[in-house]
C-alpha cells in the first residue's frame, strides 16, 4: 500500500461541517426554528465556498477531476458486478455523481427554504413541497452515499472514511502506480 495525500482540508472542513449541519437541520432542529434557517444559510455558504473551491482549489478538489461519467459510471457497475477493483486516487465514477447529486440537492433545499422566507412566496405551498421533496431526496442520498462509501471500501480495500478524515489515501502498489 502507498501513502497518498488526496483530500486538503477545505474539502474535510466541507464535507464534515455539512454532514453536523445537515443531520442537526434535518433530524434534531425543529424546522420553525430560526436556528434551522440560520443553519440553511451556513450550508448554502459551504456550498458556495465549495463550488468555488471546485475551480480553483487543490487538484483532487476540482470539478475537472471528476466530471460525471455516465460511461465511467457504468465502467464502475460492470467492474462490481464482475468482481474487479479498479481503486480510483480521487472520487471514483459513481462517487462523482452522487456529489453532484448531493450539491445540486443542497442548493435545491436552500433556495427553496429561501423562498418561504419571501413576501412573494409566503404562504404559497409548493415551496414548501418541494424543499421537503429534496430534503427527503437529500436523506435517501446520504444513505446510499454512506453504504456506498462502507461497500467501497471494503470491495478496494480503502479506507475511504479515514481518508476523508486524514486527507491520505492507503492505495494499492500496483494501482496507486498506475494513477500517479
Known sequence: MQRHYVWDPMVRVFHWSL???????????????KLH??????????VALRLIWGVIGSRYARFTSFLPSPSGA??????IATGRTNAHMGHSPLG????????????GIGVSGYLMTTDMFWGTEWP??????????????????VGAVIFESRRTRINLARAMITGYKEMP???????S
Open 173 to 179: 502498489t500496483s494501482q496507486a502506480e498506475q494513477r
Open 19 to 33: 454532514v453536523i449541519l445537515f443531520t442537526l437541520n434535518a433530524l434534531v432542529i425543529d424546522p420553525d426554528a
Open 74 to 79: 457504468v465502467g464502475q457497475l460492470t467492474e
Open 96 to 107: 462523482a455523481l452522487m456529489i453532484y447529486n448531493l450539491i445540486l440537492t443542497l442548493i
Open 128 to 145: 414548501e413541497e418541494l424543499h421537503e421533496a429534496l430534503v427527503t431526496w437529500a436523506e435517501i442520498s446520504v444513505g446510499l452515499h
Open 37 to 46: 434557517e440560520t443553519f440553511g444559510y451556513v450550508i448554502m455558504g459551504l
